[in-house]
């Protein structure tokens, strides 16, 4: 059979090992697990196998992803990661959770949670110095009063988000810090914080080597149920499968041809001027894949093929001692930025290699 190109094949099954590994794991110190499905668009499928694994809820930064799942017929607490002020109607009719930092989505919340007569449960964010999402701590005791005057809302836990942006790294400090603030909380409002959710897949380090997670009792995980690998350093964790997705892509050019370009050098497809480097007559393929279908630096291909650049449908190889034809397959894992664009393409194929199970579609 001849399987379309460029596809992505998605083993169903090494992710599902990776959501129970990372479950046991999390929860032999108390911790449950959110899988974090947006870096699949929500795939359905991605969400049953996390589900089989054992996470607890399926969290997602869009909208449009949650619902593709409930469509689907997956019946698990979904929680939105990303509350857009424009799409609290829909949410409310949606989502069960919603992470929250503004008191305007709050009320607009709590008010079409009135309109359709249900109570919504929120996790408030805390910046705990990462400086994307979070509310200040200085002004968490207020927001949190607030919060708890609008009557469609329950307020089930605090969370807080390190890494993405600012790079800081989860560790026994802001931690801890967090814990308290649970603690402090808890006392001043006499409420019980179900959910203490303290971050992502960079919390894996810290999670290992503390000696006490305090109070934190949640983690949403991405990353590394998808690739095994935690996100600080991106090193493998063991025990993981780091190879559940891989792109498959087709050689439409196979030549030997000089390493440097020949005539006056302007600028390349996206503005940039680019320079080389003369390393003599070699072999070079082009793949029929380019920046419409993949972040070209997001792929590490096998054979050690060497990325020489891309534009926006064609990415081009140094096969250096490899033997490929016209019409061969070339292989690549992906990281973090290479799944997330190959997933989000309409021109790459998902192609689920081990669906028995798991209800692929
Ligand atoms: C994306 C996201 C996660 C998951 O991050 P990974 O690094 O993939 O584990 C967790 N929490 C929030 C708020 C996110 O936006």
Known sequence: MNLFMPRIEISLFQIQKNAQFLSELYMGKGVSIMGVTKAVLGEPSVAKAMIQGGVKFIADSRIENIVRMKKAGISIPFV???????????????????????????????????????????????????????????????????????????????????????????????????????????????????????????NHEWFKSCQNVGRVNNIRLGESILLGCETVNRKAIPGLHTGAFQLVAEVIESKKKPSLPFGKIGQDAFGNIPSFQNRGIHQRVIVALGNQDAMPSGLNFNNKLKLLGSSSDHIILDSKCNSIKVGDEVRASLNYGGLLSTMTSPFVRKHFTDCNGYGAI
């Open 80 to 202: 939105l990661l990303r509350t857009p002020l424009s799409q609290t109607e829909s949410i409310i009719k949606n989502v069960n959770i919603s992470l929250n930092t503004e008191m305007e989505t709050l009320r607009k919340l709590s008010y079409h949670a009135k309109e359709q007569n249900k109570i919504h449960q929120v996790i408030i964010m805390a910046e705990l110095g990462d400086l994307r999402e979070g509310v200040l701590l200085s002004d968490l005791s207020q927001f949190i009063r607030k919060t708890l005057s609008l009557p469609h809302l329950a307020i089930i836990g605090i969370g807080c988000n390190l890494a993405c942006y600012g790079g800081v790294i989860p560790d026994d400090k802001n931690m801890q810090k967090l814990s308290e603030l649970v603690d402090s909380l808890e006392k001043e409002f006499q409420m019980n914080l179900e959910i203490i959710s303290g971050g992502n897949s960079a």
